[in-house]
């Protein structure tokens, strides 16, 4: 059963305009998540995070947002650039462990 | 960067073989895990570690075995390699666990079971 599900394993989006990445969880008592980028051939690499006391967390272009009631998580990057491009994977704090999601992969072209 | 070191970083080996990953930390983390990353799976918890020989289960154990002897070393085995374990395999570590903090990750081990 996946706790952590991201429904858009795609996403396009031209350059300078806003990416939404979408992440939602079924289990109520995860009260961190986080956001990881990755490139191909490389690890995942931390990107933000936010506390469930919190309902956004801002660091620069990147805004994660957090709907408790609706168990659902975004990441909004503005402007995005092609830099962006990567796979994104969000993640739920499970008791010493993170619970992934699958993934989506962000094409931000020209 | 955080320092984590897996090695191999690529392996091709035959079904029925025994296969070990080492992870190699210099930041004295006290958690330590590994993920395999798959085509519509995401990362998947394997095992993961809370301390010199305190280890634990993930959500795709089977068919793994780990073993933490020192801070800084934390060995995955495959006893008996199936094609189904060819995937691409991620150390990580965490100072704290994860409470309110993340997980640094290494570039990862790509392994190819034929």
């Known amino acids: 059963d996946q706790q952590v599900k991201q429904n858009s394993p795609s996403l396009s989006v031209q350059e300078g305009r806003i990416s939404i990445l979408n992440c939602d969880y079924t289990n109520s008592m995860f009260d961190y998540f986080l956001w990881y980028k990755k490139y191909p051939a490389e690890g995942p690499t931390f990107l933000i995070s936010?506390?469930?006391?919190?309902d956004k967390n801002e660091d620069g272009r990147f805004t994660v947002f957090l709907n408790k009631s609706a168990k659902h998580l975004s990441l909004h990057i503005v402007p995005s650039q092609p830099g962006d491009s990567a796979v994104y994977f969000c993640a739920a704090d499970n008791t010493d462990k993170l619970i992934f999601g699958t993934g989506t992969r962000l094409q931000v072209f020209p | 960067d955080a320092g984590i070191t897996q090695s191999p970083r690529h392996k091709v080996t035959e079904t029925g073989t025994p296969v070990t990953l080492r992870c190699h930390q210099t930041e004295n983390h006290r958690y330590m895990y590994w993920y395999r990353q798959d085509p519509g799976h995401g990362l998947r918890l394997i095992h993961y570690?809370?301390?010199?020989?305190?280890?634990d289960k993930g959500e795709v154990s089977d068919g793994y075995s780990v073993s933490r002897s020192k801070t800084e070393d934390f060995l995955l085995t495959l006893e008996s390699a199936t094609s189904s374990q060819t995937s691409v395999y991620f150390c990580?570590?965490?100072?704290?666990?994860?409470?309110?903090?993340?997980?640094?990750f290494g570039q990862g081990t790509r392994l190819t079971v034929v």
């Open positions: 570690s809370y301390g010199v020989k305190d280890t």
């Open positions: 936010i506390s469930s006391i919190k």
């Open positions: 990580a570590i965490s100072e704290t666990g994860t409470v309110n903090t993340e997980a640094f």
